[in-house]
């Protein structure tokens, strides 16, 4: 049976393509969620890909991955600094979390530095642009494997 995996995108990333492509390259979220799809398809995994700018609704979607998902990779954008909301709702969920981002936070403005989802994440992926989507989803399938060894 194919995992269902939910790959969930905070504020802002609607604007990919726009948005400082210097930063995050000039590709748009149709194409992220294509090249994830298409990602997704080649491991034999379904993916739920979706993208708010509100908090209340990306908790709402980590809630309802509690049931119907094999695994989340969130790319919680600037939540992911703030969100103790997001950061709660990620603790509750028993299956494996990957941390995305398109960009190296790490080596960005100070205030970047510090993540709320990655206490709640089973692993962070950055820096790598879409390609970490990818080996998020991919990371995602091979723990699902693991825990059945
Ligand atoms: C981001 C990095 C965040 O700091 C920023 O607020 C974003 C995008 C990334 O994908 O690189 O919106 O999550």
Known sequence: MSLTIYCLNGPNLNLLGEREP???????????????????????????????????????????????????????????????????????????????????????EEFRHKSLVSPAASGVIAGLGPLGYRLAIEAVVALNQQKRV
Not at 41 to 65: K, P, Y
Not at 70 to 96: E, Q
């Open 22 to 108: 210097a930063i995050y390259g000039k590709g748009t979220l149709a194409d992220l969620e294509t090249y994830s799809q298409n990602a997704a398809a080649a491991v034999g995994a379904t993916l739920v890909f979706r993208q708010s700018n509100h908090e209340g609704e990306l908790v709402d979607w980590i809630q309802e991955a509690r049931r119907q998902a094999a695994g989340v990779v969130i790319n919680a954008g600037a939540y992911t600094h703030t969100s103790v909301a997001i950061h709660d709702a990620l603790k509750v969920l028993t299956i494996p979390v990957v941390e995305v981002h398109l960009s190296n936070p790490g080596i960005r």
